[in-house]
Nanobody
Framework: QVQLVESGGGLVQPGGSLRLSCAAS????????MGWYRQAPGAQRELVAS???????NTADSVKGRFTISRDNAKNTVYLQMNSLKPEDTAVYYC???????????WGQGTQVTVSS
């Protein structure tokens, strides 16, 4: 019933840009904090950026100044704008609806981002 569907991943050259989208259904989207996470092969999944239900955004130090998270509640969609991409940004990127006091969290299936020449 709950679905988080990521899109926008792909292959990009260093210095390039991509915009990831995550379309949510089956949840009260406007009341949920949302997050983008990434996981490289052999590495632990890490938080990249988060945004509260009120629109307050935060990004990890590793992507600060390059990535921007935003949301459009009318479209039940959260975005991750990725600029100045580096090879170390290569990973599977996952969308997450964060847990609330009474409801659990939910994950999307992930979308591959590869930064390479």
């Amino acid at each position: 019933q709950v679905q988080l569907v990521e899109s926008g991943g792909g292959l990009v050259q260093p210095g390039g840009s991509l915009r990831l989208s995550c379309a949510a259904s089956g949840i009260s989207f406007s009341t949920r904090a949302m997050g983008w996470y990434r996981q490289a092969p052999g590495a632990q999944r890490e938080l990249v950026a988060s945004i509260t239900s009120g629109g307050t955004a935060n990004t990890a130090d590793s992507v600060k100044g390059r990535f921007t998270i935003s949301r459009d509640n009318a479209k039940n969609t959260v975005y991750l704008q990725m600029n100045s991409l580096k090879p170390e940004d290569t990973a599977v990127y996952y969308c997450k609806a964060e847990r609330t006091r009474y409801r659990g969290d939910y994950w999307g299936q992930g979308t591959q981002v590869t930064v390479s020449s």
